[in-house]
Protein backbone atom coordinates (compact mmCIF):
# COMPACT_ATOMS: atom_id res chain seq x y z
CA UNK A 1 0.00 0.00 0.00
CA UNK A 2 1.46 3.27 -0.99
CA UNK A 3 1.30 6.31 1.50
CA UNK A 4 -1.65 8.01 -0.18
CA UNK A 5 -3.53 4.73 -0.40
CA UNK A 6 -2.93 4.13 3.60
CA UNK A 7 -4.08 8.18 4.13
CA UNK A 8 -7.07 7.45 1.98
CA UNK A 9 -7.99 4.05 3.59
CA UNK A 10 -7.56 5.52 7.37
CA UNK A 11 -9.80 8.16 6.83
CA UNK A 12 -12.61 7.25 4.99
CA UNK A 13 -12.84 4.02 7.07
CA UNK A 14 -13.38 5.63 9.96
CA UNK A 15 -16.72 4.57 11.94
CA UNK A 16 -19.43 7.06 10.60
CA UNK A 17 -22.36 5.06 11.38
CA UNK A 18 -25.46 6.85 12.58
CA UNK A 19 -23.75 10.01 12.52
CA UNK A 20 -25.77 13.41 11.27
CA UNK A 21 -23.32 15.85 10.08
CA UNK A 22 -25.70 17.97 8.03
CA UNK A 23 -25.40 21.51 10.68
CA UNK A 24 -21.62 20.82 10.90
CA UNK A 25 -21.28 20.91 6.94
CA UNK A 26 -23.27 23.63 6.85
CA UNK A 27 -21.54 25.69 9.41
CA UNK A 28 -17.81 24.04 7.97
CA UNK A 29 -18.86 25.38 3.97
CA UNK A 30 -19.28 28.78 5.55
CA UNK A 31 -15.60 29.17 7.24
CA UNK A 32 -14.30 27.59 3.36
CA UNK A 33 -15.68 30.70 1.70
CA UNK A 34 -14.75 33.20 4.10
CA UNK A 35 -11.04 31.97 3.79
CA UNK A 36 -11.18 31.73 -0.46
CA UNK A 37 -12.48 35.12 0.06
CA UNK A 38 -10.57 37.21 2.54
CA UNK A 39 -7.17 35.11 1.88
CA UNK A 40 -7.97 34.82 -1.89
CA UNK A 41 -7.20 31.29 -1.40
CA UNK A 42 -8.09 28.10 -2.53
CA UNK A 43 -10.12 26.43 0.10
CA UNK A 44 -10.85 22.83 0.08
CA UNK A 45 -13.47 21.51 2.23
CA UNK A 46 -13.41 17.85 2.34
CA UNK A 47 -16.33 15.28 4.14
CA UNK A 48 -14.43 12.15 4.81
CA UNK A 49 -18.31 10.91 5.77
CA UNK A 50 -19.27 11.12 2.31
CA UNK A 51 -15.98 11.08 0.46
CA UNK A 52 -16.62 14.62 -1.43
CA UNK A 53 -15.00 17.90 -1.72
CA UNK A 54 -16.60 21.77 -1.79
CA UNK A 55 -13.84 23.60 -3.35
CA UNK A 56 -13.86 27.62 -3.20
CA UNK A 57 -11.35 29.55 -5.19
CA UNK A 58 -10.02 32.86 -4.04
CA UNK A 59 -7.59 35.20 -6.84
CA UNK A 60 -4.84 32.49 -6.51
CA UNK A 61 -6.56 29.86 -8.32
CA UNK A 62 -6.12 31.69 -11.96
CA UNK A 63 -2.51 32.53 -11.19
CA UNK A 64 -1.26 28.72 -10.44
CA UNK A 65 -3.59 27.72 -13.82
CA UNK A 66 -6.61 26.26 -11.95
CA UNK A 67 -9.71 27.75 -13.05
CA UNK A 68 -11.64 30.01 -10.83
CA UNK A 69 -15.57 29.27 -9.88
CA UNK A 70 -17.81 31.91 -8.68
CA UNK A 71 -19.80 29.77 -6.81
CA UNK A 72 -18.40 26.64 -4.66
CA UNK A 73 -17.31 23.64 -7.06
CA UNK A 74 -17.89 19.93 -5.67
CA UNK A 75 -16.65 16.96 -6.36
CA UNK A 76 -16.97 13.18 -5.91
CA UNK A 77 -13.60 12.53 -4.23
CA UNK A 78 -11.68 13.75 -1.13
CA UNK A 79 -8.38 14.38 -3.06
CA UNK A 80 -8.56 17.44 -5.48
CA UNK A 81 -6.71 16.36 -8.04
CA UNK A 82 -6.43 19.15 -10.19
CA UNK A 83 -4.45 20.89 -7.80
CA UNK A 84 -2.38 17.77 -6.57
CA UNK A 85 -1.75 17.49 -10.12
CA UNK A 86 0.55 21.16 -9.75
CA UNK A 87 2.07 19.98 -7.20
CA UNK A 88 5.98 19.22 -7.14
CA UNK A 89 5.62 15.39 -6.94
CA UNK A 90 8.17 14.88 -4.25
CA UNK A 91 6.47 17.36 -2.22
CA UNK A 92 3.20 15.91 -2.75
CA UNK A 93 4.49 12.97 -1.27
CA UNK A 94 6.50 14.51 1.92
CA UNK A 95 2.47 16.34 2.40
CA UNK A 96 0.60 13.00 2.04
CA UNK A 97 2.98 11.66 4.92
CA UNK A 98 2.81 14.93 7.66
CA UNK A 99 -1.36 14.37 6.85
CA UNK A 100 -0.87 10.97 7.30
CA UNK A 101 1.72 11.47 10.74
CA UNK A 102 -1.02 14.01 11.78
CA UNK A 103 -4.59 12.00 11.42
CA UNK A 104 -2.59 9.19 13.98
CA UNK A 105 -1.77 12.27 15.99
CA UNK A 106 -4.97 14.20 16.51
CA UNK A 107 -6.69 10.90 16.44
CA UNK A 108 -5.35 10.88 20.19
CA UNK A 109 -6.27 14.61 21.10
CA UNK A 110 -9.52 15.24 22.71
CA UNK A 111 -12.48 16.12 20.65
CA UNK A 112 -12.92 19.65 21.89
CA UNK A 113 -8.70 20.66 21.27
CA UNK A 114 -8.72 19.04 17.83
CA UNK A 115 -8.79 22.55 16.25
CA UNK A 116 -5.93 23.68 17.70
CA UNK A 117 -3.80 21.51 15.54
CA UNK A 118 -2.78 21.86 12.08
CA UNK A 119 -0.45 20.68 9.22
CA UNK A 120 1.41 24.00 7.98
CA UNK A 121 3.66 22.59 4.64
CA UNK A 122 5.60 25.03 2.78
CA UNK A 123 5.98 23.56 -0.89
CA UNK A 124 6.34 24.18 -4.55
CA UNK A 125 3.39 23.99 -7.41
CA UNK A 126 3.46 24.79 -10.90
CA UNK A 127 1.74 28.02 -12.18
CA UNK A 128 -0.16 28.86 -14.68
CA UNK A 129 3.12 29.36 -17.17
CA UNK A 130 4.43 25.93 -15.91
CA UNK A 131 6.91 27.38 -13.33
CA UNK A 132 7.20 26.26 -9.76
CA UNK A 133 6.41 28.81 -7.16
CA UNK A 134 6.26 28.66 -3.66
CA UNK A 135 2.89 27.84 -1.78
CA UNK A 136 1.76 27.32 1.67
CA UNK A 137 -0.55 24.76 2.07
CA UNK A 138 -2.45 24.31 5.64
CA UNK A 139 -4.65 21.81 6.93
CA UNK A 140 -7.16 21.70 9.93
CA UNK A 141 -9.61 18.76 11.28
CA UNK A 142 -12.47 21.43 10.98
CA UNK A 143 -15.27 19.00 12.88
CA UNK A 144 -15.31 15.32 14.67
CA UNK A 145 -18.17 13.33 15.20
CA UNK A 146 -19.48 12.60 18.68
CA UNK A 147 -17.76 8.73 17.90
CA UNK A 148 -14.28 10.25 18.01
CA UNK A 149 -14.22 9.70 13.96
CA UNK A 150 -12.88 12.76 11.94
CA UNK A 151 -15.40 14.18 9.33
CA UNK A 152 -14.66 17.72 7.93
CA UNK A 153 -11.18 18.64 6.83
CA UNK A 154 -9.97 22.18 5.30
CA UNK A 155 -7.27 22.82 3.10
CA UNK A 156 -6.12 25.78 2.41
CA UNK A 157 -3.56 27.04 -0.56
CA UNK A 158 -2.21 30.19 -0.63
CA UNK A 159 1.20 32.08 -2.22
CA UNK A 160 4.23 31.62 0.21
CA UNK A 161 5.35 34.89 1.89
CA UNK A 162 8.81 33.41 2.63
CA UNK A 163 10.37 31.73 -0.75
CA UNK A 164 12.10 29.02 0.15
CA UNK A 165 14.69 26.86 -1.69
CA UNK A 166 12.94 24.70 -5.02
CA UNK A 167 13.96 21.50 -3.87
CA UNK A 168 13.05 21.56 -0.33
CA UNK A 169 9.70 21.13 1.28
CA UNK A 170 9.22 22.17 4.75
CA UNK A 171 6.63 21.06 6.86
CA UNK A 172 5.23 20.74 10.61
CA UNK A 173 2.36 20.03 12.82
CA UNK A 174 1.50 23.02 15.32
CA UNK A 175 -0.34 23.84 18.23
CA UNK A 176 -1.95 27.14 17.13
CA UNK A 177 -3.32 27.76 20.75
CA UNK A 178 0.72 27.54 22.57
CA UNK A 179 2.68 27.89 19.27
CA UNK A 180 4.26 24.49 19.93
CA UNK A 181 5.81 22.56 16.85
CA UNK A 182 4.78 19.12 17.34
CA UNK A 183 7.58 16.43 16.80
CA UNK A 184 6.12 13.14 15.13
CA UNK A 185 7.53 9.37 15.63
CA UNK A 186 8.67 8.24 12.07
CA UNK A 187 8.84 4.56 13.25
CA UNK A 188 4.97 4.02 12.28
CA UNK A 189 5.32 3.95 9.08
CA UNK A 190 8.53 1.83 8.85
CA UNK A 191 6.04 -0.98 7.33
CA UNK A 192 5.46 1.08 3.86
CA UNK A 193 8.04 -0.83 2.05
CA UNK A 194 8.48 -4.81 2.33
CA UNK A 195 11.84 -5.78 4.67
CA UNK A 196 13.49 -6.87 0.82
CA UNK A 197 12.31 -3.53 -0.83
CA UNK A 198 13.96 -2.15 2.24
CA UNK A 199 17.30 -3.91 1.62
CA UNK A 200 17.11 -3.32 -2.30
CA UNK A 201 16.77 -0.08 -1.77
CA UNK A 202 19.53 0.57 0.75
CA UNK A 203 21.98 -1.47 -1.95
CA UNK A 204 20.93 0.92 -4.83
CA UNK A 205 21.66 3.55 -2.11
CA UNK A 206 25.24 1.92 -2.32
CA UNK A 207 25.68 2.36 -5.89
CA UNK A 208 24.72 -1.30 -6.60
CA UNK A 209 23.53 -1.81 -10.06
CA UNK A 210 20.39 -4.67 -10.25
CA UNK A 211 22.81 -6.81 -11.64
CA UNK A 212 24.92 -6.66 -8.93
CA UNK A 213 22.09 -6.81 -6.77
CA UNK A 214 20.32 -10.31 -8.39
CA UNK A 215 24.38 -11.70 -7.46
CA UNK A 216 24.21 -10.70 -4.18
CA UNK A 217 20.49 -11.04 -2.76
CA UNK A 218 20.15 -14.27 -4.73
CA UNK A 219 17.54 -13.47 -6.85
CA UNK A 220 17.41 -12.98 -10.89
CA UNK A 221 17.18 -9.40 -12.36
CA UNK A 222 13.47 -9.88 -12.90
CA UNK A 223 12.95 -9.95 -9.67
CA UNK A 224 15.30 -7.35 -8.77
CA UNK A 225 13.11 -5.01 -11.65
CA UNK A 226 9.74 -5.61 -9.83
CA UNK A 227 11.05 -4.49 -5.91
CA UNK A 228 12.24 -1.60 -8.20
CA UNK A 229 8.92 -0.45 -9.62
CA UNK A 230 7.12 -1.52 -6.64
CA UNK A 231 9.36 0.66 -4.10
CA UNK A 232 8.41 3.94 -6.67
CA UNK A 233 5.22 3.18 -6.50
CA UNK A 234 4.70 3.08 -3.28
CA UNK A 235 6.29 6.00 -2.19
CA UNK A 236 5.12 8.14 -5.18
CA UNK A 237 8.24 9.09 -6.55
CA UNK A 238 9.75 9.14 -10.78
CA UNK A 239 13.18 7.21 -9.80
CA UNK A 240 15.47 5.38 -7.35
CA UNK A 241 17.33 8.97 -6.61
CA UNK A 242 13.83 10.31 -5.71
CA UNK A 243 13.04 6.92 -3.69
CA UNK A 244 16.44 7.32 -1.79
CA UNK A 245 15.84 10.62 -0.09
CA UNK A 246 12.31 10.07 0.90
CA UNK A 247 13.25 6.51 2.18
CA UNK A 248 15.77 8.46 4.45
CA UNK A 249 13.77 11.51 5.22
CA UNK A 250 10.87 9.32 7.00
CA UNK A 251 13.24 6.97 7.84
CA UNK A 252 12.65 4.23 6.19
CA UNK A 253 16.73 3.54 5.56
Known amino acids: MNVLEKLNTNLLQQNFAGQDTAAALAYCQSIAAMYARLENAISVLSDLQNNRSYIYTGKIAPALGIAAHPAMKEIDSIWEGEIFNRIKPDHLLEKHL ?32 GDYVPVQHRMFYLHSNSNGSINLALCLYNFAGNPHPADQYQGMIVN ?21 EKQLLQLIRNGKSSKEIATQLSISINTVSRHRQNILEKLHVKNSIEACRIAEAIELL
Open 98 to 129: LELKFFHLVGGVPVAERCDYQVNSYLQMQDAA
Open 176 to 196: TSTGKVITTDNKRFSKILSFR
